[in-house]
């Protein structure tokens, strides 16, 4: 094919994109397989090459640029790679054609580049270089032309390392002003990124004199704002920026020198956003440079810069002191390593910034005046931050502040927080080698402290005498209230050291010291414990306890039990009160409390009322407790002692207790209570036995999962049966007996359907044995037994009227409660672990209620009442057909009371939910004019507030009825029942705004 048109086929602007490449593609597969040489090719370009016309010019330098660049394997020799680079370097001038000269000539210096036999020369690439920084202005350039001449010139420093030598300043004046100002995020991340190369690898002698010009480049994009795209996974994120930026502001050590000034000024004139960063980015430039920055007289003013601009921040502005204090610490932190800096550091804090001077010159001595500047609030802080960055800053600061703090005669409670807050950065930095290793010298008051004395030592003495409370002052609470708080601490400490001996200075812990330090430590526990129960401490006590309970709890609870031992009144309702909120607190204390306060029920008649209330609260504060067979014994050990009223109160907190414990412990109760109490009567575990007992059994019993295995069962329910007979027990038994039916294995039921049918055959021969009845079908119905059903059915079928007068009070009794079945009850539920079939009241009411709703006697309408009372709207609205008509003819002065309000309760929601009711409107309102007549109030009320519905409902007109109902009311507004007045006015008012 003829070379000429295929260069015409590219080069020329009118043809489509298409034919362009077409004739591209095509040139490159004859040059590939040599049938053109790359000189044939420049021969036929250079028309275009040399052409006045620009874009003729362009498209002919990008036709070779294309060629050497997706031709990699091109074999080119030296001189022609000279020529092409003598070509493409004078055309750096030429703007329309820049952006293909930028692509030939990375193609030559970069794809084609080989190591071994390099085509192009040093001097070429220099050349190249200089130009480039010369004619290219590179903010006129797209940013696709911008990132390929920074990838080109980074290529040049890394592969190219004469000719990265021979350029030296010429490369960094020429890259900085490169990427002056550059928007670009991609462009701007690569071009920062760089900046550690060029310092320590290419250019580490010549970078120093360029520093400042080179930090002034990067500094000008802090602080990063930038929005990435959303959804694309490959944009450049801000921490992407971010990384980039400080590894441009640490760089060099050189930096240091303007980066740390630079964010100090930020940190001062910025908002509070920025201040927060800046403190962080100093932090980290500090800890990415070495130690040496700070060395000499320019790196001693630029720590005492820094010292004194982040003390003052601290000090004088409350917005940014929590940033300032933790740069303090990353500050010091990162100079650690180097002992005469870190010195420094904090000398120049104490003595330039706190005004703590030590006296000729050396920290530690007892006898300075620096005590109010160390106890200061805001200095204190300054003082533990420093303290708590590293083993090497505490040693130094400790030797400063304790022999100061620690000789003070007078306790202080600024003076206890400032010991309590070395003892936490002691314990953090596990330094108890280092503190012990401080020698504390005696108070000039003799006898006061041993000579000698050692850091711990000194400290933990320092915090008992601020626990003893031996008067009882608002001072002298205050200061245990402080000193507590750090009890914690030194324990923890104590504990540690067993372990861990370690410090700065060496020294280990012997066994000596520690049993000295237990010693102090249960010394400690008496009076934070004697202190708390007391109720000095406050909740700061509570507090210290339980951040101690898991390792000490075995050292507090016998102070607890002899306070609550010897008290009584108002000072054990303060203790039991301490015990309450320290049980909410710390869970894990529940156990142990709950152990404490059920012997008080027996040994305190007299508050036994306050007893179990804590007790019930202490239970009721954690959902699931390991509570069980113990503290279950110890209630029923002292129940034969309780009066029959507070075993009422004992068995909700042993049902709490049963019901909340784990399976396993369940089954050791039953074991060990059950089986022996309630089963086989044996109780010799309590010692005696009475109806106290009894009523607490019933309440173990009904609490237990049906995951145990109740063996014995027909004995259990046989037992049950028994007890319902004693008035006091009947209704526990009851209740028993339904968790038990409910709960069984069906091997085991079905034993027992003797006794349960014997039991519904006698059902109305007394009260107690038609509640055992009822609470026995309840829990067969909820578990879904047909057995439930099918008694349900007989009970229903015995609502007849008779000529026994008692028989009838029984029978009407059991009409007005027929909803139980249908109820929720605490006392078979979740709470007592039942189990609860899913929609077993629908196909419980969708079995019952038809033959009960098509009966016209009095008795199986209160049960149809009594079950619509109880049933979920859900189930009333899936068959609404058959139940408005019943409720909606119950509204009549005539009808039975206990129907009609029941529909007076039920209607509303139902006109409510189901709007193809509401056309029944016109209806129901004269029948509801009627009822406010009704001599029962709470017929009128419902009455009256059922009518206010109709006013809201959009799609019913009820305009025409607004006289006559205003008329009706009239009379109610001087009902002599005032909740009957009150209505009546809220309705009236509603319908005259019709």
Same mark, same amino acid.
């Given at each position: ?120 020369? =040093? ?177 001693? +003013?630029?720590?005492?810069? +820094? ?6 921040? $601290? ?94 005669? $007078? ?178 204390? $529940? ?32 959902? =699931? ?55 086989? !009567? ?38 049950? +049966? ?28 079905? !034993? ?88 077993? !009241? ?73 709007? !193809? ?33 109709? $006013? ?34 809220? =309705?009236?008012?509603?319908? +005259?705004?019709?």
């Amino acid at each position: 094919m003829d070379l000429k048109v295929l260069v015409e086929q590219f080069v020329a602007p009118d043809n489509a994109a298409e034919e362009q490449n077409d004739g591209l593609n095509k040139l490159l597969i004859v040059i590939h397989q040599k049938q053109v040489t790359l000189q044939e090719l420049v021969n036929n370009l250079g028309d275009y090459l040399t052409n006045s016309d620009e874009i003729l010019r362009s498209r002919g330098t990008e036709l070779l640029a294309l060629v050497l660049e997706r031709l990699p394997t091109l074999r080119i020799e030296q001189a022609q790679a000279g020529l092409l680079i003598q070509f493409f370097g004078s055309r750096l001038s030429d703007f329309s054609s820049l952006p293909n000269v930028i692509k030939g000539l990375r193609a030559l210096i970069v794809t084609h580049h080989r190591p071994a036999d390099p085509l192009v020369t =040093t001097d070429e690439v220099v050349r190249i270089v200089q130009l480039i920084f010369e004619d290219v202005p590179m903010r006129a350039l797209p940013v696709a032309v911008r990132g390929a001449i920074l990838k080109m010139l980074r290529f040049i420093v890394e592969s190219y390392p004469a000719a990265t030598k021979a350029l030296e300043t010429d490369f960094i004046v020429g890259y900085l002003r490169m990427i002056d100002g550059e928007k670009d995020p991609r462009l701007l991340m690569d071009a920062l990124s760089f900046f550690p190369d060029l310092c320590q690898k290419y250019f580490p002698n010549t970078h120093p004199s360029f520093a400042e010009e080179m930090f002034e480049i990067a500094a000008c994009y802090f602080p990063i704002s930038f929005n990435p795209k959303s959804g694309d996974p490959k944009a450049i994120t801000k921490q992407d920026l971010i990384n980039a930026l400080k590894s441009a502001f640490t760089a060099s050590p050189f930096f240091a020198t303007f980066s740390i000034p630079f964010l100090l000024d930020k940190a001062s004139s910025s908002p509070s956003s920025t201040v927060a960063e800046s403190m962080e980015w100093i932090q980290y430039c500090i800890g990415n440079s070495p130690t040496s920055i700070f060395h000499g007289e320019e790196g001693i +003013l630029l720590l005492r810069t +820094l010292a004194t601009t982040l003390c003052a921040q $601290v000090l004088e502005s409350k917005e940014n002191a929590a940033d300032s204090l933790s740069c303090i610490i990353g500050v010091t932190e990162g100079i650690s390593s180097d002992k005469e800096v870190l010195s420094r550091w904090i000398e120049m804090i104490f003595k330039h910034s706190l005004g703590i001077v030590p006296p000729s010159g050396t920290f530690g001595n007892p006898k300075n005046n620096n005590a109010r500047s160390i106890k200061n609030g805001q200095n204190r802080s300054i003082i533990i931050a420093l303290a708590s960055a590293t083993l090497e800053s505490f040693d130094i600061v400790q030797r400063e502040v304790l022999p100061v703090a620690l000789n003070t005669f $007078v306790l202080d409670e600024d003076w206890i927080v400032t010991v309590t807050s070395m003892l936490r950065c002691a314990a953090r930095l596990n330094a108890v080698g280092t503190l012990k290793s401080l020698q504390i010298v005696p108070w000039e008051q003799e006898g006061k402290v041993p000579m000698g004395t050692d850091g711990v030592t000194a400290c933990i003495d320092y915090i008992t005498r601020g626990l003893k409370i031996e008067r009882k002052s608002t001072k002298s609470i205050q200061l245990a209230k402080a000193a507590v708080v750090g009890v914690p601490i030194i324990l923890d400490f104590i504990r540690n050291s067993e372990t861990r001996n370690s410090g700065i200075s060496g020294e280990t812990v012997s066994e000596e010291d520690l049993k000295r330090w237990k010693q102090h430590a249960n010394e400690l526990m008496y009076l934070v414990s004697k202190e708390t129960i007391s109720g000095n401490l406050g909740n700061e006590g509570v507090s210290a306890l339980g951040n101690l309970w898991e390792q000490r709890h075995a050292d507090i609870t016998p102070h607890f039990q002899e306070f609550l031992k010897t008290n009584s009144g108002n000072e054990l309702k303060e203790g039991l009160s301490i015990l309450l909120n320290l049980a909410k607190s710390t869970p894990a204390a $529940v156990d142990s409390i709950v152990q404490l306060i059920v012997p008080l029920l027996a040994s305190k008649p007299d508050d036994s009322g306050l007893v179990l209330s804590v007790l019930a609260q202490s239970i009721a504060n954690t959902e =699931t407790t390991s509570l069980g067979v113990e503290v279950i014994t110890e209630l029923l050990r002292i129940s034969p002692q309780l009066s029959f009223e507070t075993a009422i109160s004992v068995q909700n907190i042993v049902s709490r207790v049963t019901a909340a414990t784990s399976v396993e412990n369940q089954e050791r109760i039953f074991q060990e209570i059950v089986l022996p109490m309630f089963v086989k !009567k044996d109780f010799s575990l309590v010692g005696s036995h009475n109806k106290s007992l009894d009523l607490i059994l019933h309440n173990i019993v009904r609490s237990l999962s049906p995951k145990v295995n109740f063996q014995e069962f027909e004995k259990l329910v046989s037992n049950s +049966l028994g007890d319902i007979e004693i008035p006091e027990l009947s209704l526990a038994a009851c209740q028993t007996l339904g968790n038990l039916v409910n709960k069984c294995q069906e091997e085991d039921l079905e !034993k027992s359907y003797d006794l349960i049918s014997s039991q519904v055959a006698k059902m109305t021969a007394s009260p107690e044995i038609l509640q055992s009845v009822l609470w026995i079908c309840k829990g067969l119905v909820m578990r879904g037994h047909p057995k439930g059903t099918e008694i349900v059915k007989t009970i229903a079928s015995n609502l007849k009227p008779t000529s026994d007068v008692q028989l009838e009070i029984q029978v009407e009794n059991l009409a007005r409660g027929f909803g139980f079945f249908l109820s929720d009850s605490p006392q078979l539920g979740s709470e007592t672990n039942a189990i609860i079939r899913g929609f077993y !009241k629908q196909k419980l009411f969708i079995q019952i209620f038809p033959t009960l709703a098509d009966s016209q006697l009095e008795f199986n309408l209160m049960a149809v009442a009594s079950m619509l009372a109880n049933v979920p709207t859900a189930i009333l609205i899936n068959d609404i057909d058959r139940i408005f008509p019943l409720m909606r003819d119950s509204l009549h002065l005539n009808s039975l009371e206990e129907l009609t309000l029941t529909s007076l309760q039920i209607l509303p929601k139902l006109f409510e939910s189901v709007p !193809k009711l509401q056309k029944n409107s016109l209806e129901i309102i004269p029948k509801l004019l009627t009822l406010v007549e009704s001599p029962k109030m709470n017929i009128r009320e419902g009455s009256l507030k059922f009518l206010r519905i109709f $006013v809201h409902m959009e799609d019913v007109d009820v305009k025409s009825l607004q006289s006559e109902v205003v008329k009706k009311l009239h009379p109610c507004l001087d009902d002599k029942k005032r909740n009957v007045r009150r209505e009546a006015v809220k =309705t009236r008012n509603e319908w +005259l705004s019709l």
